[in-house]
């Protein structure tokens, strides 16, 4: 799954990787549409952290081998799939063969896109075929037949276009209620959204589990880290300044929160 850039220009390219905005009509349904090819052999691990966004992986050549909380096994092989949100850190290795087509969708538009509830995806990698069925497969047949990267984004967005056009949105309860933990930062009481809602807590976290796949507190929970996590890119080591920010109780309170969601300390992140 498409990962970061080279550690140095001096270094050989070891990867290809194009990424392409949404195009106006799916701004609020994908976040970006990335073509990955790796160019030499070799083994790459990459560490992804409790993420907020829903991916369709389209695979050309090897798969990927993926493990969530743990290094993968050999078994632990994936071909073309989708993924739902996870709690925690997932390694993702390939070795130098692989190839493929990531969308990475919003929570509400994979919601519209897969047609299913989210918790069918939660904590798991479920095959194309699962997911798409035999449009699925039509998709990464069409993909697969043309070698132009711009071209493929054309067709798996016109695809996603017409697929998400014929869907049924989301109530505008729970897509408010969604939407209010996210642009909160994660902080907003949950019994406070029940409460506006007049929905009791177990009818709000089903409502949540199937517009997000998770319960409305590890929403939030993972909210909070990845504002966490995006502060933290500033550089300038005030964990401190960033737990309280972020809504943490405290520096330590943040700091097990960054071992559960990403299997490491704030500390190993910033150097």
């Not at 309280?244 to 071992?259: P, S, T, V, W």
């Amino acid at each position: 799954m498409p990962a970061g850039s080279q550690d140095s220009e001096n270094e050989p390219r070891h990867f290809f990787m194009l990424r392409r905005a949404p195009v106006p009509a799916l701004r609020s349904v994908v976040t970006d549409i990335c073509g990955y090819r790796e160019l030499t052999p070799g083994h790459y691990r990459q560490i992804e952290y409790a993420t907020l966004i829903v991916p369709l992986v389209i695979n050309f050549d090897a798969p990927f081998a993926i493990a969530l909380g743990r290094p993968p096994q050999e078994d632990d092989r994936h071909d073309s799939f989708a993924a739902g949100l996870y709690a925690g850190p997932v390694t993702i290795d390939s070795f130098g063969h692989s190839c493929c087509l990531q969308v990475n969708f919003t929570l509400a538009g994979a919601r519209r896109f897969f047609r299913m509830p989210l918790s069918e995806l939660t904590d798991r990698m479920v095959p194309l075929d699962d997911v798409l069925g035999h449009d699925g497969a039509a998709l990464r047949e069409a993909l697969g037949n043309e070698q132009d990267w711009d071209r493929r984004f054309d067709l798996v967005e016109d695809f996603i276009v017409r697929r998400v056009a014929a869907a049924s949105p989301r109530g505008p309860q729970i897509a408010w209620a969604v939407d209010r933990i996210l642009e909160s930062g994660g902080q907003t009481r949950i019994g406070l959204i029940a409460a506006e809602l007049d929905w009791s807590r177990r009818h709000l976290a089903e409502r949540f589990r199937d517009a997000t796949g998770v319960a409305p507190k590890t929403l939030a929970r993972m909210v909070r880290f990845n504002r966490a996590l995006q502060l933290s890119r500033r550089g300038d080591g005030n964990w401190a300044g960033i737990a309280a920010d972020c809504g943490y109780a405290d520096q330590a309170h943040l700091a097990r929160e960054f071992r559960d969601l990403a299997g490491t300390t704030p500390g190993t992140l910033s150097t």
